[in-house]
C-alpha cells in the first residue's frame, strides 16, 4: 500500500483553525481518539505569534483541556483534549493510519496517509460528499514505499488496516488480530511497535 500527502483546509470550529489568524506552526506530534466526540493531541507551536495562539487556543470552544509540557518566547509544547469536529470524525471511520508529524500551517492541514484504495476512496468520496475542499497526491520517493520496513512488517501492517485494527472504533482486538495472523500476541504487540516506529516521523523538539 502506498502513502499519499494529504492536504486540506482545517475544521472550522476547531482549535487548528486559529492558525489562519496567527504567525505559527503548530505540529501535531502524535494523536488518539478517546471517545466517540473527543481526542488528545500532543503538539508543539512555533512562531512570533505562539503566545496569543495559544491563549485563543485555551478559549476554543473545541478545547476541553490543555496542559503545557515547556514554553518558551516563541514556542509551546503542549497536550490538547479536544471534541471533534468535522472533518475529523470522517477519519476516525475509516480504515486510514494517519502519520504523525501531522503540519498545520496558515489554515491548511499537511498529513500523509497510509491506507488501501478501498479506505482511501472511502475517505475522499466522504470528504467530497460533505463539500470539502482537499488535495491528495501520491508520494513516489522510494522512502515512502518502505520507510525500513521489512517484507514480513509490511505485511501484517496490511492486514492490520485491512481488519481493521488502526479504524475507530477497533473492528478487531490486538488478540484477534494475532490469532488471524497465526501469531502470538506478544509478538504482534512488538512488531507493531516496530513498524510504527519506524512508519512515525519524530519530530525535533
Not at 29 to 53: C, D, H, N, P
Not at 62 to 73: D, E, P
Amino acid at each position: 500500500m502506498p502513502l499519499y500527502t494529504l492536504q486540506m483546509p482545517t475544521p472550522k470550529g476547531c482549535w487548528t483553525d486559529l492558525t489562519r489568524s496567527y504567525d505559527v506552526v503548530a505540529t501535531i506530534i502524535s494523536f488518539a481518539w478517546v471517545g466517540y466526540r473527543r481526542y488528545i493531541a500532543l503538539v508543539k507551536a512555533e512562531g512570533e505569534e505562539t503566545q496569543e495562539f495559544l491563549r485563543d487556543v485555551e478559549k476554543s470552544s473545541s478545547t476541553k483541556s490543555i496542559s503545557i509540557y515547556s514554553k518558551s518566547l516563541n514556542s509551546v509544547v503542549f497536550e490538547i483534549n479536544a471534541i471533534r469536529v468535522l472533518p475529523v470524525h470522517i477519519f476516525a471511520s475509516a480504515e486510514i493510519l494517519m502519520l504523525t508529524p501531522i503540519v498545520i500551517r496558515r489554515g491548511i492541514v499537511s498529513a500523509r496517509v497510509y491506507s488501501n484504495s478501498r479506505a482511501l476512496n472511502f475517505l475522499l468520496d466522504s470528504l467530497k460528499k460533505v463539500g470539502y475542499p482537499f488535495r491528495i497526491y501520491k508520494d513516489t520517493s522510494d522512502e515512502a514505499y518502505s520507510d525500513g520496513l521489512t517484507k514480513r512488517q509490511k505485511y501484517i501492517l496490511k492486514k492490520a488496516i485491512q481488519y481493521g485494527y488502526y479504524s475507530y472504533p477497533r473492528r478487531i482486538t490486538l488478540t484477534q488480530l494475532a490469532e488471524k495472523l497465526n501469531v502470538s500476541k506478544s509478538y504482534l504487540s512488538e512488531t507493531l511497535q516496530i513498524i510504527e516506529s519506524k512508519m512515525i516521523r519524530k519530530p525535533d523538539f
